[in-house]
DNA sequence: CCCGCAAGTGTTGCCGACAACATTTTTTGA
DNA sequence: TCAAAAAATGTTGTCGGCAACACTTGCGGG
């Protein structure tokens, strides 16, 4: 039996319905109008089904249809936490639904995100929950004139003419610096984020109502969303001898890159630098619960967005829908000074 | 302008044709030939692409050539580290190559499987990389059926015909109950994991072997790979009080698991429990690095098995290659006795 | 100067499903 | 019992590409 690898494989539509001895329209209304069939004429069909393991073609289909059932995920950074669990509840979303989820990472390059978007209008997917890579020149009217819906997920973009849903990164900015603010703490920094990302200015405005309010000056670090981001500013400060009482970090990542080279410098947290992020690092906190953080809720925004993207898959058109989602303050240890060392 | 939704989108190969003057098999080898055509007409097809976004359909494409160059990565939990980095690896190997990647999420059911894998074989995907969900029942050969590739990761099935990338989960069992020994450790137990399941047969075998060497007796309670099973074994042992000295967890999640419910219990680890466990938790270990791990090489072997994927989708047809990848050995905290805590 | 070959381009049928429409069979009711 | 309506099934063309094959040109060599 040599060449198992070729031939047998490929059961079409016609196989299956000679085999059952009606037409292939009836097979066809077998999957998708069952209840044209008389029972007899069904037992006939899915007997064959069955035996011959026929799995309708999704190409074809497609084809014919105009419709894929393929819907894509694409991040910026598919390690972080953040959007891993985004993508669990997108996935699970789109699974009882009946889309099958394409994952796309970015790796936050605008290149290759236009690539990669390419590359899944050749597909002709059937919508995309986006998360724009930071920088300029996103070009989503190639999705539109291809009639594929869009979501963006916690970015907005310029023209804002896209669905939304992100979680209140102002608040997450400003309840950070309030709450290190009733510590005592003055000297605060706003450290990491990338500029002209709105997440990043929703955070970094948060930050800097909260400061002016109080009275304070403002000290604000930018780069990424990146730990490398956080390990480099932190070094840099504490090179110049000019680091901060406290630390608002723009990202988990970027606090993790904190308190790395905080260690590396013997620097200790919180006693001599308090430190809060936005998001949260849950298995970190399980293991210690250390860093404060603002948590927005990920998973129900992946959920929620997913749910939006159906219905403009479906076909529904009201105009472009933002919904922010609250965050969540959770203090730890990383903010708030022990009494023993206020020595 | 109304309606802007539709119509417009949906450029074919025969307006470009058209609209360039050329015939549609002319602007076909445009995309798949572009040497045969003469510069001239290649400029004029170049434009009229341009000015048009055409893109080529892929459904059509795949339809007529038999390629979808879709792959799929079939994990049982998408959250966790290990995954997570495995997908990392995975995704870049796949995108150099002009792979499209799917990602799927079986949350560790053979039924979640194996509907999952039918929307895969209905989009024909070109190959998928698998990591079979614990329990019987595994139907692989409608992937075979359908000329589908397939390479296995972490887990081996008993029928052993697919290729297979994992780490040395032997090596792994083994050397971190040798780590526990040398710490003068005796009564040491093996927590967590699924049975049936190849990599944890082995992880366990590595346990079994290193103890009987060293005369002691074995203490083994199996589970799951996840934090829940983790907990619940240490909250039956805590309450029944037959806590061992030192803990060996199946993996990560079981060792944070475990960390959990010792902080529940009031129990210190490492001095009144010592715990090592396979796989790393990154993130956590860089804030803190606390936990004893052996690590595999996740990048690699995502990297590895994509690469394969490709030589089998390419045709290559060897016989089934089983490629094991070493692990490391990383001693921190959660395993070494503190001397003030010898008292 | 014409033939033959090769480079460049066009024509045709097909991949596997879907859907509109056509046709056959069954049911219903007067 | 038979016509008309309803139900069940069949026929045909189409979706958008690909590839085998057919057909033009232009050029070099005999």
């Known amino acids: 039996m040599p060449s198992s690898r070729s031939g047998d494989h490929r059961v079409t539509i016609y196989d299956v ?5 009606v037409s292939h329209a009836t097979v066809t209304r077998f999957f998708r109008q069952p209840e044209k069939l008389s029972a007899r004429t069904y037992r006939r069909v899915e007997a064959v089904v069955n035996e011959l393991h026929y799995v309708p073609n999704a190409a074809a289909r497609s084809l014919s249809s105009g419709r894929t059932n393929l819907v894509a995920l694409v991040v910026t950074d598919i390690t972080s936490a953040f959007y891993t669990t ?22 936050e390059s605008v290149e290759k995100e236009r690539a990669l978007l390419d590359a899944l209008i050749a597909h002709r997917i059937d919508g995309v929950i986006l998360t724009p890579a930071q920088g300029e020149g996103h070009d989503l009217s190639q999705l539109e004139r291809h009639g594929i819906a869009v979501v963006l ?12 849903v992100h979680g209140d990164s102002y608040e997450a900015g400003r ?10 703490l003055r000297d605060i920094a706003f450290v990491g984020g990338p500029e002209g990302v709105s997440s990043l200015e929703q955070r970094l405005k948060g930050y800097t109502d909260a400061m002016t309010a109080a009275g304070h000056p403002l000290r604000v670090h930018l780069g990424t969303y990146s730990r490398q981001s956080g390990e480099a500013i932190f070094d840099a400060l504490a090179t110049d001898d000019t680091l901060p009482e406290a630390i608002v970090a ?37 293991i210690d619960p250390f860093l404060t953080v603002a948590a927005q809720p990920a998973y129900d925004i992946g959920q929620l967005a997913m749910e939006m993207l159906i219905e403009r ?27 023993t060392s206020e020595a």
Chains 1, 2 share one sequence.
């Open 17 to 21: 319905a000679t085999k059952a001895g």
């Open 153 to 164: 997920i916690d970015r907005e973009l310029p023209n804002g003419r896209y669905d939304l």
């Open 250 to 286: 723009a990202s988990n990542k970027v606090a993790l890159g904190v308190l790395v080279a905080a260690r590396r410098h013997g620097i200790r947290i919180p006693d001599d630098v308090a430190v809060a992020c936005v998001d949260d690092l849950e298995t970190a906190s399980l």
């Open 86 to 107: 985004i993508m669990h509840g997108v996935e699970a979303t789109a699974q009882s639904h009946g889309y099958t989820l394409i994952l796309v990472n970015t790796d």
């Open 313 to 339: 898959i479906e076909g529904k058109t009201y105009p472009a829908r933002k919904v922010m989602l609250p965050v969540e303050l959770i203090v730890r240890r990383s903010s708030v000074r022990t009494a």
């Open 175 to 184: 309840t950070l610096t309030h709450h290190l603010l009733d510590q005592g």
